[in-house]
Structure formats: C-alpha cells, structure tokens
T-cell receptor, first 112, second 113 residues
C-alpha cells in the first residue's frame, strides 16, 4: 500500500516559470518529508526537507510547503531552469532512521 | 563529503547467474540500504542494515540476499538472476538520522538476459 503518492508522472514547464510538484501521504505519524532529484543513470540526490512541525522551508529557488491537514506537500521551483529537468521523488521518514517511504516520482521537463 | 561507491555501473548477466553488487561508504555510517528503481514504481526497499552482520528485509526481499561483514561495505546478492530483476539498483547510507536524509550511490544498472 503506497503511503506516499505522486499522482503526476510528468510535468512540463517553460524556463523562468514556476514548477510545482505535488505529493500526498497517508500516515500522519511521519516525522520528516524530503525531496530528492534524480538525473538518468545517476543516484538520487537530496534536495530539500521539511519537518512535520513546520509548514514551509525555503532554500534558494526551492521551497517546500506542508499542509498537514490535507496530508499534502508540494515543491516549488522558481524560476525553473533547464538544468532542473530530472525526476523528483518525494519521501517521508518516521523517527526510527530505518523506514523511508518514496513516491513513484515526477519527471520534470523545463523547456528552454 | 560523503562518498558511496557502487562497484559496477553497468552489468549484463544471464538468467540463473549469481550476481554480486557491492557498495562501500566512507563515513562510518551505521545504516545502509539497497533499493531498486523501476519506471512508474519509484524506489522500493530490498534490504537494509543498521549494523555489521545485521540485516532487515525491506518491501521486496524475495530473490535477494545481503551481506554486511564490515561496517563500510554492504553487498546485495542475487543468487540466481532472473529477467524480472533487470533494474537500477541503488545503495544508500543514512547521513542524518534526525531528518532521514539518505545519500545514494550512483547506481548499478543490471540487465538480465
């Protein structure tokens, strides 16, 4: 049973515009939510995270928003750049350090 | 900087062959993980280990085994490879337990013919 869901397999955005990637989860006990970015033939790299006690975290062009009542988080990239084209995975962790739940990924294409 | 090195970037094996995928990390981290990534299925956990000689099954352990004889090395073993094990295999280490941040290796693309 998928505890973290990314319902959009792909997204295309014009360079300079905002990219919004969405993620839903089912378990209200998750401690942290993370976004990873993956280029083809490479391993995922950590992008940004947010604690379950916060509703926003910002790092440069990347902002993650958490809506706990809706069990929904989103990653905003603004402005989008062609180098942002990659697959983005949403993930959630509990506080054991052993359990991580990944979404199925959203492939972002930023069109120059 | 954390480094997670996977021994082979690309492998081609035949059905029934035994396959070893090795992963080495250089930061003395305790927790290590093996995932496979398939299109439309995301990352699925095969096995993880939280200490030397300790291992726990993940979501899809069937057809796989692991070995952790030394803290820095976590090996994934396919005893008898099958075509449905063609996939990208990703090793990871837990770099920040407080947030659950994982650091991944570059991946091993395995093709089983």
């Amino acid at each position: 049973d998928q505890q973290v869901k990314q319902n959009s397999p792909s997204l295309s955005v014009q360079e300079g515009r905002i990219s919004i990637l969405n993620c839903d989860y089912t378990n209200s006990m998750f401690d942290y939510f993370l976004w990873y970015k993956k280029y083809p033939a490479e391993g995922p790299t950590f992008l940004i995270s947010i604690s379950s006690i916060k509703d926003k975290n910002e790092d440069g062009r990347f902002t993650v928003f958490l809506n706990k009542s809706a069990k929904h988080l989103s990653l905003h990239i603004v402005p989008s750049q062609p180098g942002d084209s990659a697959v983005y995975f949403c993930a959630a962790s509990d506080n054991t350090g052993n359990q991580f739940y990944f979404g199925t990924g959203t492939s972002l294409t930023v069109i120059p | 900087d954390v480094k997670v090195t996977q021994s082979s970037r690309y492998l081609v094996k035949r059905t029934g062959e035994k396959v070893f995928l090795e992963c080495v990390q250089d930061m003395d981290h305790e927790n290590m993980f093996w995932y496979r990534q398939d299109p439309g299925l995301g990352l699925r956990l095969i096995y993880f280990s939280y200490d030397v000689k300790m291992k726990e099954k993940g979501d899809i352990p069937e057809g796989y085994s692991v070995s952790r004889e030394k803290k820095e090395r976590f090996s994934l073993i396919l005893e008898s490879a099958s075509t449905n094990q063609t996939s990208m295999y990703l090793c990871a280490t837990l770099v920040r337990a407080s947030t659950g941040e994982l650091f991944f290796g570059e991946g091993s693309r395995l093709t089983v013919l």
